[in-house]
């Protein structure tokens, strides 16, 4: 089971803010007791610096506990092992922790030098100044106490406070879930709702909507032009067999519908295999069996394929190589489309000379058809690539699908198909490919 968001954001909150409140709590606890430290160190050295009279004792009040200091000799056993040698070579105070207590061992100038009589003796005395030392009970238990539990109420009612806002802001979120469960209208679109980081995915999952319906919308229109495409050659082959079957007929009668029945055939089969090339032009399979080939290569391979559809037509060919490029193709499918762009010259030009010539075109190739037929008026040239749209005589075999197949195609390889106007008459087909 998935964690929820809310939990998620919450423990990562609610523990950096105790993280937070734990590090700042230790930081001024040190520097409580830093600061206690520093005050009882303050007051020893008062205390020190009064310089009690020999045998006096001088007592202090101190915010945390009383502070006494006396003159001591270097021999006192209350001084530690070298404390008076440094004290008199540094003359600077000296502190030491002795158990609970806490010393400052100071030396201060005698008020009267010693004569020559006693030249060996020290011109500073030795004041000793105490206090019992600052424990972490003391300085920093009723701060640590206090924040602590002050801490504690900061982040349950940070916690509190953060999974209501959370709530509160993911609460469109299962407003758009319950609205996509909703989505059974064709038209149907999520609301705009929650801030902006909402809106913006809401507004995404609708355009991505838009173009679902624009695509089942085409598709549905796809289907059924291909239906009425075929249902054409379909009646016409089942009309011309029943005719046929219909009497006895003599052999030169049935062969003339047997020719019928199988131009028919023709007819349909270039029909599927044109919607099977679209099929896989849409399904992205042009990506599969690339192979590294010569522009030459490819337009030789198309003119071998519509050779005949050509002399039929009374068109002689000229190949021109203006340059030879290599490209990483799907040959199989680049020759269709070529083959389409001659098969249109071939059913629209007939008798005419084509003329192709393969250039380079950046990191690419263009494949230019040129023939000297009636050619397009400048509203057909784009027209001309719609599905099932046959332009000029009903009666010119094909299904409307050939330029754009081969728009696709070259499309899935970076490139595209595009008519325009011949120099001196006819049309010029254009085919370009990326490398």
């Not at 909150?13 to 206690?36: E, P």
């Amino acid at each position: 089971m998935r964690a929820s968001l809310t939990r998620q954001v919450l423990f990562v909150a609610v523990g950096g803010l105790s993280l937070a409140l734990l590090v700042t709590g230790l930081i001024t606890g040190a520097l409580i007791h830093w600061r206690a430290t520093q005050s009882l160190d303050a007051a020893l050295l008062a205390a020190a610096a009064h310089a009690p009279a020999p045998g006096e004792v001088w007592t202090a009040g101190h915010v945390e506990s009383p502070v006494s200091a006396r003159r001591v000799n270097p021999d006192d056993p209350a001084l530690g092992p070298g404390w008076a040698e440094a004290a008199l070579s540094t003359e600077q105070a000296q502190l030491h922790d002795v158990g609970d207590r806490r010393l400052l061992l100071l030396a201060v100038e005698e008020p009267h030098p010693p004569s020559r009589a006693s030249e060996n003796k020290h011109p500073h005395a030795l004041v000793l100044a105490e206090g019992p030392r600052v424990h972490w009970t003391q300085s920093v238990l009723p701060f640590g106490l206090l924040y602590g539990l002050a801490s504690v109420c900061v982040a349950l009612g940070g916690g509190a406070l953060l999974t209501r806002r959370l709530r509160r802001a993911l609460s469109p979120i299962h407003q758009l879930a319950a609205a996509l469960d909703a989505l059974s209208r064709p038209n149907a679109r999520l609301p705009d709702v929650g801030p902006e980081e909402l809106s913006v995915v809401s507004q995404a999952v609708n355009d991505l909507l838009l173009r679902l319906q624009e695509s089942d919308a085409a598709q549905a229109r796809f289907i059924a032009a291909a239906a009425h495409e075929l249902r054409s050659p379909i009646t016409a082959l089942s009309g011309e067999l029943e005719l046929a079957l219909r009497r006895p007929r003599p052999a030169e009668e049935l062969r003339d519908a047997l020719l019928r029945a199988k131009e028919t055939t023709d007819e349909l089969r270039s029909l599927v295999e044109s919607l099977l090339g679209l099929a896989r032009v849409d399904a992205g399979q042009v990506e599969l069996s690339r192979q590294v080939e010569r522009a030459s290569a490819l337009a030789q391979r198309a003119l071998r394929s519509e050779a005949a559809a050509l002399d039929a037509a009374g068109c002689g060919v000229t190949l021109t190589l203006a340059a030879d490029p290599e490209l990483s193709v799907n040959g199989a499918l680049v020759e269709v489309a070529l083959a389409n762009l001659l098969r249109n010259a071939a059913r629209y030009a007939p008798g005419a000379p084509v003329t192709v010539c393969v250039q380079a075109d950046g990191d690419g190739a263009r494949f230019v058809v040129d023939d000297e037929g009636p050619g397009l008026t400048p509203a057909e040239l784009e027209r001309a690539f719609e599905r099932f749209v046959r332009l000029g005589d009903r009666a010119t075999p094909g299904a409307g699908l050939g330029l754009a197949l081969a728009r696709g195609i070259a499309r899935r390889h970076g490139g595209d198909v595009w008519l325009e106007a011949r120099p001196g008459g006819g049309l010029r087909a254009v085919l370009r490919l990326g490398r």
